[in-house]
Structures are given as C-alpha cells and as structure tokens.
T-cell receptor, first 114, second 116 residues
C-alpha cells in the first residue's frame, strides 16, 4: 500500500514559469512533510518542509502548501530555472515516535526548458 | 563541511561474497538510517538507529545487518549478497526526533551495488 503518492512521473515547464509538483498521502498519522531534490549520481538534498500545524511554508522561490483535509501537499517553484531540473521526492513522517522513518513517494522528474 | 559520506560509491560483486558499505557523518547526529532506491519503488528504509547500540528493522531488512558502535558510523553489512540486492543505497542522518519536533534527514551520495 503506497502511503505517499506522486502521481505525475514527470513534468516539463518553461524557464521563468511556475512549476507545481503534487503529492498525496493516505496515512493520517503523518504530520511532518518534506520535499527533497535529487540530481543524478547524488543523494537526495533537503529542500523545504512543513508541519501539520501550518498550511504554507515559503523559502525563497520554493513554497509548500499543505491541505490536511484533502491529505494533499504541493511544491511551487517560482520562477523555475534550468538548474531546478531534477527528480523531486515528497516524504512524510509522524512527528516523534520510535522510528523517524521517512516514507517517500516515487518521485517526479522536473525538466525546466530554457 | 557538514556531510554524510559513504564508501564505496560503486561496487560490483558476486553472489555470496560478504561485503560492507560504510557510512559516516560529522554532524553529531543521533539518528542514522539506510535506504535503498529501486526503479518504480522510490526509497525504502532498510534499518535505522536511534543512537549508539540501538538499531531496528525498517521496511526491507531481509538480507542485511547493521551495527552502531560509534555515533558517527553506521555500516551496512550484506553477509551473503544476492542479485535481488542490486540497488542504489543511501545512508542518512538527522538529529533525534522528539515528541514535539522532527528534523530533516541528510543523505549521503549513494552506493551503487551490483550483485552478479
């Protein structure tokens, strides 16, 4: 059972436009959500996070929105740049607990065209 | 520079030949974990450790062992590798989560293992 779902395997946008990456989750115990970016031949790099007490978190060009009732979060990148081209993973975990395990989605490949 | 290092980065081996992938972090993190990444399956947790001498199974522990004798190191051991363990492996670390807060995990660069 896939608890974190990224239904779009790929997304292509033009430089300067907005990129919107989506993520859905099913486990209501999740209350901490993260986005990671991954370039080929490198490990995932933390991008931005949000806890369930918020519905929005912003860091420069990156904004994450959380809709708890819909169990949905999204990552907005504005404006998109060619260097943003990478695989983006959504991840979730319960706060605290005996295992701080991140449950990952399968990733979305973002391509930003110049 | 704060980082998680893994060695080797690439390894080709044969079925049944024991191997160890090392992981080390310099951030004084209590929590460390191993994941494997496979096409179409995303990242799945193998083992984790909440602190020295405290380890436990993740989602896919079969065929793997770990140890945590020092805070900075968390080696992954494959006693008798098989072809289905061919994968991309990542080590990660973070501050220990509490009941009130969680922290992002920092990942190593990955180890690509091929078992023939």
């Amino acid at each position: 059972d896939q608890q974190v779902k990224q239904n779009s395997p790929s997304l292509s946008v033009q430089e300067g436009r907005i990129s919107i990456l989506n993520c859905d989750y099913t486990n209501s115990m999740f209350d901490y959500f993260l986005w990671y970016k991954k370039y080929p031949a490198e490990g995932p790099t933390f991008l931005i996070s949000i806890s369930s007490i918020k519905d929005k978190n912003e860091d420069g060009r990156f904004t994450v929105f959380l809709n708890k009732s819909a169990k949905h979060l999204s990552l907005h990148i504005v404006p998109s740049q060619p260097g943003d081209s990478a695989v983006y993973f959504c991840a979730a975990s319960p706060i605290g607990g005996s295992n701080y395990k991140l449950t990952f989605g399968k990733g979305t490949l973002l391509t930003v065209n110049p | 520079e704060a980082q998680v290092t893994q060695n080797p980065r690439y390894l080709i081996t044969v079925t049944g030949k024991k191997l160890t992938v090392t992981c080390s972090q310099n951030m004084n993190h209590e929590y460390m974990s191993w994941y494997r990444q496979d096409p179409g399956l995303g990242l799945r947790q193998i083992y984790y450790s909440m602190n020295v001498e405290v380890t436990d199974k993740g989602d896919v522990p079969e065929g793997y062992k770990v140890s945590r004798k020092e805070k900075r190191n968390f080696p992954l051991i494959l006693e008798s590798p098989s072809p289905n363990q061919t994968s991309l492996y990542f080590c990660a670390s973070s501050l220990r989560p509490t009941g009130l807060s969680s922290y992002e995990q920092y990942f190593g660069p990955g180890t690509r293992l091929t078992v023939t």
